[in-house]
């Protein structure tokens, strides 16, 4: 980290207001050479930005922050720019010339707040997860796991499996001397208690995960009973195609919705019934097993059909979440039991909005504001943090069950970073955009 970086850190193009960030050993440098002077520390000044050869940039907003008291604990400081192209590209010119720095790579700062301290894996990730935030539900998620709820948990687990393998250490390597007695008992008591606690943990119906990426709803029923029109109603634009011959869906269409606050993948599948050629064969299969792997599962029917179910697997209501029936605009020939709607007259669909959004809800809200699993990497990890304290339990030699201990804390220190953080930071930081 001798370099130092810099970065729009504000999204590009033209803009009212563009921030340059700059972080690393030469900011100082930096500073001078466009400022001429280094400003008070953490308080915003105005200072007017000269170039190399003396002439005015711009007329800026700075923030001259030094180390290690910022966000990556290096010297750091922001340029609040105009927002112009020009304007942009002479900042970083001129930052450029300074020896010493170069352009920040993706996700490059928050990176070094981890390997400066300031910041542990999770919260990190929380960073990416709020610029990347879509709707209500993940802007609170990431905020939460952001003000270290989740470190807070882990870190508590991995310290006391550090407390517990000392004690199991010294039973080890002192095995002549006098030590206090029960101390294998006392490691497997808080052997445990940790299994239990993980495994309540891990028991969360993967709402952190489905409220990060969103939740799949998958929309079936039988050909013409107007599941495009639906999807095209909800998403308020054409989305797919809709046309009166019957099996015009072939393959799965994807929209991503906001209901309610949470990120929503609406599918439209084809129709239900049995095929007439392989294509829609495939299609209809496909629908099939999209309905069996999504969170919910709408049925939509037509209800001016005089058999709604005609043709549809035996089923296929008993696997649905919420039946609907479409076309109350005309006449029904039989009952209907449930939602009623007409989704090419728009009739209805604030009622199917506001039970979806139950259902939304109902699925992924939680009765307290505890930390939840937000990444598939955690669960791997707390996987195997449980396996291996579940074999130390089972261990009756001391030192098998200080290596099983050991690889416990090891797994749960791996989601924090806390170990093995080299092997971590390119798959954890890859995905970030430039400038944060």
């Given amino acids: 980290m001798s370099d ?3 970065a729009l850190s504000s999204a590009p193009g033209r803009a009212g207001v563009a921030v340059v960030r700059v972080s690393g050993p030469s900011v100082g440098a930096v500073v001078r050479a466009l400022c001429g002077a ?3 520390p ?12 003396g002439w005015a940039i711009d007329e800026a907003l700075v923030l001259w922050m030094p180390g290690p008291k910022s966000f990556t604990g290096e010297d750091v400081c922001e340029f609040h720019v105009h927002g112009g192209r020009a304007i942009v590209e002479a900042v970083m010119g001129t930052i450029g010339a300074v020896r010493g720095t170069r352009p920040a790579e993706p996700g490059e700062f928050t990176r070094r707040a981890v390997e400066n301290g300031k910041l542990d894996l999770t919260r990190a990730e929380a960073v990416i997860d709020l610029v990347d935030a879509e709707t209500e539900a993940q802007r609170r998620q990431a905020l939460r796991q952001y003000g270290g709820g989740l470190e807070a948990l882990y870190d508590g687990w991995r310290e006391r499996l550090v407390r517990a393998l000392a004690w199991t250490e010294a039973d080890i390597d002192f095995a002549d001397e006098d030590m206090p007695g029960g101390v294998a008992e006392i490691g497997k008591k808080q052997a445990i208690e940790l299994v239990e606690e993980i495994q309540y943990h891990l028991a969360d119906g993967r709402r952190g995960e489905i409220v990060r990426d969103g939740l799949f709803l998958t929309v079936i029923g039988p050909p013409n009973a107007g599941k495009s029109s639906l999807i095209n109603a909800l998403a308020q634009r054409d989305v797919a195609i809709v046309a009166e011959t019957a099996g015009t869906t072939r393959d799965i269409i994807e929209v991503r919705l906001n209901i309610g606050g949470y990120a929503v993948i609406v599918a439209d599948t084809a129709g239900l019934r049995d095929a007439r050629d392989a294509v829609e064969s495939e ?24 058999d709604p ?11 649905a979440h919420l039946v609907v029936w479409n076309k109350v605009d005309l006449p029904s020939p039989a009952p209907r039991d449930g939602l009623a709607i007409s989704a090419k007259l728009d009739i209805g669909l604030n009622g199917l909005l506001a039970r979806l959004t139950a259902l939304v809800a109902e699925r992924l809200e ?10 598939a990497r955690h669960r791997h990890a707390l996987t195997d943090a449980v396996k291996a304290l579940e074999r ?13 201990m050991r690889l416990a804390m090891r797994a749960i ?3 924090t970073g806390r170990v093995d953080v080299e092997e971590l930071l390119d798959v954890v930081f890859r995905d970030f955009c430039i400038g944060k």
């Fill in 4 to 6: 130092t970086i810099y």
């Fill in 38 to 40: 280094l400003p008070t």
């Fill in 42 to 53: 953490r308080r915003a000044v105005v200072r007017t930005l000269a170039g190399a050869g």
């Fill in 283 to 306: 299609g209809v299969r496909r629908a099939l097993a999209r309905a069996e792997q999504s969170d919910l599962v709408l049925l939509l029917l037509d209800g001016s059909a005089p």
């Fill in 309 to 319: 179910f005609a043709g549809l697997p035996p089923d296929t209501r008993e696997r």
């Fill in 366 to 375: 939680t009765a307290s504001e505890a930390p939840v699993i937000t990444r």
């Fill in 392 to 404: 130390a339990v089972a261990m009756d030699q001391t030192e098998l069950f200080a290596e099983d």
């Fill in 413 to 415: 220190g791996r989601i």
